[in-house]
């Protein structure tokens, strides 16, 4: 309602304006109308050899300078109008941020699952997860992160997008949220934890990265730092990229690739002896 109010305020003072400037432009011609009259009844009333009167424009100078003023208010009043509609929509967009966070966060909440459970809820398995969670407690970790449960390993899937900025490999504020939910678990238990950088098959040229395996390389070795500075033992780290070599979705659509830039932690869960290169 704010917002049509002020689109009405501004329309109507755009239209005072463009009245205000047919004002001035109608006096300016009645005055040179006026001047041009004066010096014909004066060039017509006066003999041949007595000098031309000056014309009268001091006495309509302030009608000018009058005009222009106005017009100069209305032009500061709709930039000022304009600058605070500006703010109070930014204004308003964040609050709506922060309930959609807060509604996001009490839905998560509604989800939750007794402690002890020892299931994940049927809605946040992927394709191929199984139903035990090796003793782990995997909720409250949000939507962000897809849970994949083998009889050996858990997955932790992570979109490309919510951790790094496009083309880049260091960590953003979103993604240091995310990760912050998974250090919980992680540090849990002491099985070792494989890092693994994906991309889409889009080829990247850089000076950084001069293609896809420097960059999931990057990117995977962006996500080990940050576990290691957060208490998870350098000893069960390892990282490594894999570029567009195992995607997930097929490359020649957008979502596939949009499925394809993924860091995947995957927690080892079998004995070492038992785990498979």
């Known amino acids: 309602m704010a917002r049509k109010e002020q689109d009405i305020t501004l329309g109507e003072l755009a239209e005072r304006q463009k009245a205000v400037q047919k004002e001035l432009e109608e006096a300016r011609r009645g005055m040179a109308e006026?001047?041009?009259?004066?010096?014909?009844?004066?060039?017509?009333?006066?003999?041949?050899?007595?000098p031309a009167l000056a014309a009268p424009e001091e006495e309509e100078s302030w009608l000018t300078t009058y005009l222009d003023m106005m017009t100069l208010l209305l032009v500061l009043m709709i930039v000022m109008l304009s600058f605070a509609g500006k703010r109070a929509q930014s204004e308003a967009g964040a609050g709506q941020g922060g309930v959609a966070a807060v509604a996001q966060a009490g839905a998560a909440g509604a989800g939750v699952m007794p402690a002890g459970a020892g299931?994940?809820?049927?809605?946040?398995?992927?394709?191929?997860?199984?139903?035990?969670?090796?003793?782990?407690?995997?909720?409250?970790?949000?939507d962000d992160i897809d849970i994949v449960v083998n009889d050996k390993s858990i997955s932790f899937r992570i979109n490309s997008e919510i951790?790094?900025?496009?083309?880049?490999?260091?960590?953003?504020?979103?993604?240091?949220?995310?990760?912050?939910?998974?250090?919980?678990?992680?540090?849990?238990?002491?099985?070792?934890?494989?890092i693994e950088g994906h991309t889409d098959s889009?080829?990247?040229?850089?000076?950084?990265?001069?293609?896809?395996?420097?960059?999931?390389?990057?990117?995977?070795?962006?996500?080990?730092?940050?576990?290691?500075?957060?208490?998870?033992?350098?000893?069960?780290?390892?990282?490594?990229?894999y570029a567009d070599t195992r995607p997930l979705g097929d490359n020649a659509s957008s979502e596939g690739r949009a499925s394809n830039r993924r860091v995947e932690l995957i927690l080892l869960t079998a004995p070492e002896g038992q785990i498979q290169p």
């Open 202 to 241: 889009v080829p990247i040229r850089s000076y950084r990265y001069p293609s896809n395996w420097e960059l999931s390389g990057a990117r995977a070795g962006s996500v080990v730092r940050y576990l290691e500075s957060n208490g998870v033992a350098s000893q069960r780290l390892s990282a490594v990229g």
């Open 163 to 194: 951790l790094f900025s496009s083309g880049g490999a260091d960590l953003g504020l979103e993604g240091l949220g995310v990760l912050r939910k998974l250090v919980t678990v992680l540090n849990s238990t002491s099985h070792q934890i494989v």
């Open 34 to 50: 006026q001047q041009l009259a004066s010096n014909l009844a004066a060039r017509r009333g006066r003999r041949w050899d007595e």
């Open 119 to 142: 299931l994940l809820p049927e809605s946040g398995k992927a394709p191929g997860q199984g139903a035990g969670d090796h003793g782990l407690q995997l909720d409250g970790l949000g």
